[in-house]
């Protein structure tokens, strides 16, 4: 029995209801604070919502006026973004991040009613994505590509836990890493408790390839720190934490199945890392 | 080096990270994949070429202003767009006082629905989709497509439908589990 007086199996079987638009508001506003709470209704709702938006796409597509495109992007580009962020490259501690949460859930309810549950169902697990996001969205690296088999769902999970964490612990910041031309291309996430986790936005390394990640100290020659196939799989985390002034570099190198004693590839991507 | 950098290369999920840093091109690639599904799926709903661009465009400026919060392990971003268009749409003719008695009725004349066939994009999921729902019982598909195409509430479907309100809140969650297992079925059998 939740706070509204919904047991369990009232608020599940309203899940599907809710994935259509089609609750009460009062009941709508029960759905989400138990979504928020339920990791196994949570499931259920993200399904349905599949489900239906699949079923969207029974309605025939039409051709929207001409000018609707322009008018969108002109009205965008008056509309502020919801906040996501501290000053770059620092990412907001976890607990200062601002409105968790998913959209679709969230839009169920009028904007005051939602702000206000935001902060009664605030756990800190529902921050990772956001901090993700922010992160994602500050370099513009790609993160996550859509997921398309449950293995890949899961991995791109724990993934984003992974990235979760980091980010929200103290000391949290971005390193970004940098392509030949100086464009961003990835990014180093550091913190004080976690070893650092590279995101990479490479696709899939060339035939017979494989990214390996290197760490340079200051005054040392490169050592292998991780191997990554890109496209889907680039997020890894390091085996150690690496001191001030050691430069993160991807090379592309033979997909033998080891990692190798020194690069032979061309840098892909790179980045000095400071940790504070 | 293969690093992908062009919009047009961008993955959905990318593009809508690239919205959360205020980059409006990518919000414009966005329109350009899915605007085309989210005006249909809108006119669909609310039967009004005027009040689908509206339900359209606070979809998209929902999306961008709230892009820093997608969560890309939840949700297909295609999913995510075409739900927050919905739900703008099912907003608007909630508003709309007076709906017509058959709400099944195709969007008005001369509307752009009205002889644009799906896309060749779009034709092989939405065949799926009309087998899926066959599939399903009458009373099944009907919850479903008042529901998510008329905008009635459990409760009105209840009052439209003259059963209990009970009955309702199960039929929509069986229906709608049933697709779900349909399209997985078909999508197995396909490949």
Not at chain 2, 37 to 55: K, N, Q
Not at chain 2, 185 to 190: A, I, L, S
Request: charged share 25%; proline share 7%.
């Amino acid at each position: 029995m939740d706070d509204r007086g919904y047991t369990h199996e009232e608020l599940e079987l309203l899940v599907s209801a809710y994935a259509l638009d089609a609750l009460e508001p009062d009941e709508a506003a029960a759905v989400a604070e138990h979504l928020a709470q339920c990791e196994g209704c949570r499931e259920a709702f993200d399904a349905a919502l599949e489900t239906a938006a699949l079923l969207a796409l029974h309605a025939d597509g039409a051709e929207p006026p001409a000018e609707l495109r322009e008018r969108i992007l002109t009205a965008a580009r008056a509309t502020p973004q919801e906040p996501a962020v501290a000053a770059a490259p620092a990412v907001a501690p976890l607990a200062e991040a601002p409105a968790p949460a998913v959209a679709p859930a969230a839009a169920a309810v009028p904007p005051e009613r939602r702000r206000r549950r935001f902060r009664e169902v605030f756990t800190p697990s529902r921050n990772f994505a956001a901090a993700f996001a922010i992160a994602a969205g500050l370099l513009g690296v790609l993160y996550l590509s859509e997921r398309s088999t449950n293995d890949q769902l899961r991995s791109e999970r724990d993934a984003s836990a992974l990235v979760g964490q980091v980010l929200a612990a103290p000391g949290a910041h971005v390193v970004a890493l940098t392509g030949p031309g100086g464009s961003t291309g990835g990014a180093v996430l550091v913190s004080d408790q976690h070893k650092p986790v590279v995101v990479a936005d490479l696709l899939p390394a060339p035939p017979g390839k494989i990214w390996e990640v290197w760490t340079i100290p200051a005054d040392g020659k490169p050592v292998s720190a991780a191997l990554m196939r890109g496209g889907d799989q680039n997020v890894v985390q390091l085996p150690e934490s690496v001191p001030d002034g050691t430069t993160i570099a991807i090379t592309p190198e033979p997909d033998d199945g080891t990692q190798h004693a020194a690069p032979t590839g061309p840098i892909a991507l790179s980045g000095g890392v400071s940790n504070s | 080096m293969s690093i992908r950098m062009a919009s047009r290369e961008l993955s959905d999920a990318s593009l809508i990270a690239r919205c959360a840093a205020g980059d409006d091109g990518a919000l414009a690639s966005l329109y350009d994949r899915y605007g085309r599904a989210a005006y249909g799926l809108a006119l669909r709903i609310v039967r009004d070429p005027a009040l689908a661009e509206d339900a359209v465009q606070e979809g998209f400026l929902a999306a961008w202003r709230g892009a820093a919060r997608f969560d890309a392990a939840r949700a297909k971003a295609s999913t995510w767009l075409l739900s927050l268009v919905h739900h703008k749409a099912v907003d608007l003719v909630r508003r709309e006082e007076a709906r017509p008695a058959q709400p099944t009725a195709d969007v008005p004349e001369g509307a752009a629905g009205d002889d644009v066939p799906g896309t060749v994009l779009h034709g092989f999921e939405r065949r799926r989709i009309d087998a899926a729902l066959d599939r399903l019982s009458t009373p099944q598909r009907e919850v479903l497509v008042l529901a998510y195409f008329d905008g009635l509430t459990q409760t009105e479907l209840a009052d439209r439908l003259g059963e209990p309100l009970g009955t309702i809140k199960s039929r929509t969650h069986t229906a709608l589990a049933r697709l779900r297992v349909l399209l997985a079925d078909e999508g197995q059998t396909e490949t």
